[in-house]
């Protein structure tokens, strides 16, 4: 899940402090190294979700919060931590995420209840929210617009997926060998020495016109809407008797927070989101694929992941070189997408992208309690892999479509939040809805394993299906809602970018 733009949009950057003589290939590889760990947290720990389950004693209905608490509070405070950065220097804000990222690894590695695990992937989702749009803003203020920008940008944008699949491999690894708290573990040393080496790698920055001005109740009560909506989704299908009238409750007082968030924006002086953007139809149109496609992404890793262990019996580290596959196939539908969306339109490209998403997914609601990885998932893999890549880059060039240069920032802000929210909200529908038959079915499978083992297979055909519903969703919307951007358009933008 990339993030390709600092979110202020007025301001143009002040150049880097004066200092030594910093390295532009040192700067890249670092501050692609801490947005490297930001991207693999979102995936690592898909692989462990199950013995965390069982040592942790975590119900299945909440496991979800694991995942997508950390999107959440990442998606959350994109926007308002870029402002943060700009305004009291980039190179300050990097190294208090990467500080408040170690910190927080090191409590959820140590976490011995659920709540804990969860408050602790809550504070890593912040500190990776500081890291993310820190680093990027640090990375286009030190290569120059043009072909060295455009290199190392495109590094940057690399890594999102390779991260997705880096994490749920490196998970299967980890938790197979020292154990599952050593994925949070291997953060500790990597932030804490990141942040001490800054200062020596990259100068600082910060924006030529400042402003004290935060929209800080926007991001507060956004935020707050979002955790609560999932919160409540979660609640529909807790294990528990939980009251009606508190779920028509958590939904209610979420509407409300979105719409408060709304009147806020409406009169705050510096807005989070200034709301005049929405009315570009491309814009618009990207932002809602966003969530959609980002929810059928996060949804297909949790629970292919929850399938391959606890039905097909995959050890954690088989689990994770089962998704290699999908990690190479997603690279070269990227590369081949990157090709031609300089030839056609961004339009044709998303709508071929989703089919192979929702054709993949498909796949996978078909595959049996006995499936062969050769016949059954690897070609389901190998469909979302090419889908998934060919969706994201002209995603990324709708997302930017007939975007002034001070609002590229704002643009960037917006697709990247979808993404984030889109993943953590699209699980929580996809979770809501696989395990509302949960007691229905272990009811009639009266403890024999053979009917435990194809109600299990049940719960996860449903995720898959609601899963493909999501990128069929993303087709139709992108066949009405996505304007037909010229090919010259887009490259302009890509270029501008």
Not at 165 to 171: D, I, K, N, P
Not at 331 to 336: D, K, L, M, N, R
Not at 393 to 401: G, H, I
Not at 412 to 430: C, F, K, M, P, S
Request: hydrophobic content about 55%.
């Amino acid at each position: 899940m990339s993030i390709q733009e600092s979110p202020l949009r007025s301001s143009a950057p002040a150049p880097a402090e004066p200092g030594p003589a910093y390295r532009p290939g040192l700067i890249l590889a670092f501050l692609c190294l801490a947005g490297f760990m930001t991207f693999l947290d979102v995936s690592i720990v898909n692989v462990a979700l199950p013995t965390i389950e069982d040592e942790l004693h975590i119900s299945q209905t909440a496991l979800q919060y694991v995942v997508t608490t950390y999107g959440m509070l990442l998606g959350g405070f994109l926007l308002l931590t870029g402002r943060l950065a700009d305004t009291f220097g980039r190179r300050r804000m990097l190294q208090t995420g990467l500080v408040l990222f170690a910190l927080s690894s090191l409590a959820a590695g140590f976490a011995d209840t659920a709540a804990l695990l969860i408050a602790a992937r809550g504070a890593q989702g912040l500190g990776a929210a500081f890291i993310a749009t820190a680093a990027l803003s640090l990375l286009t203020n030190n290569f120059e617009e043009g072909p060295a920008r455009n290199k190392a940008l495109g590094a940057w944008g690399a890594l999102s997926g390779v991260a997705a699949v880096a994490g749920v491999t490196l998970g299967g690894l980890l938790t197979d060998g020292p154990g599952w708290r050593w994925i949070f573990f291997i953060n500790v040393p990597i932030g804490l020495i990141g942040a001490l080496i800054a200062p020596m790698v990259v100068g600082e920055s910060k924006a030529a016109e400042r402003t004290r001005s935060f929209d800080v109740a926007g991001a507060v009560v956004l935020t707050a809407g979002l955790i609560l909506l999932i919160f409540t989704l979660g609640q529909t299908v807790d294990d528990s008797d939980v009251p009606m009238g508190r779920i028509y409750g958590g939904f209610a007082l979420s509407a409300l927070l979105i719409v408060g968030f709304l009147l806020i924006e409406r009169r705050a002086k510096a807005p989070l989101i200034p709301l005049a953007i929405f009315r570009r139809p491309s814009l618009r149109a990207a932002n809602v694929i966003a969530v959609l496609l980002l929810g059928t992404c996060v949804s297909l890793f949790f629970f292919a992941s929850l399938f391959m262990q606890q039905v097909l019996d995959y050890s954690a580290v088989t689990t994770g070189l089962a998704y290699v596959p999908l990690a190479l196939t997603t690279a070269v539908g990227a590369g081949i997408a990157s090709q031609v969306v300089t030839k056609v339109a961004a339009k044709p490209v998303l709508m071929v992208g989703l089919s192979l998403v929702a054709t993949g997914m498909m796949l996978l609601w078909r595959a049996p309690s006995d499936a062969s990885y050769v016949i059954d998932l690897l070609p389901a893999f190998i469909i979302c892999g090419l889908g998934l890549g060919a969706s994201f880059v002209p995603l990324q060039v709708s997302a930017f479509a007939g975007s002034e240069e001070h609002e590229s920032g704002l643009a960037a802000g917006l697709i990247n939040t979808a993404q984030e929210v889109g993943g953590a909200v699209g699980l929580a529908v996809a979770a809501t809805f696989a395990f509302r038959r949960i007691p229905e079915l272990e009811a009639a499978a009266h403890g024999v394993p053979a009917l435990v083992l194809e109600a299990r297979t049940t719960v996860f055909h449903d995720a898959f299906l609601i899963s493909a519903g999501f990128a069929a969703a993303g087709f139709l919307v992108t066949l009405i809602l996505l304007p037909l951007t010229r090919a010259e358009d887009q490259n302009t933008n890509v270029a501008a970018h």
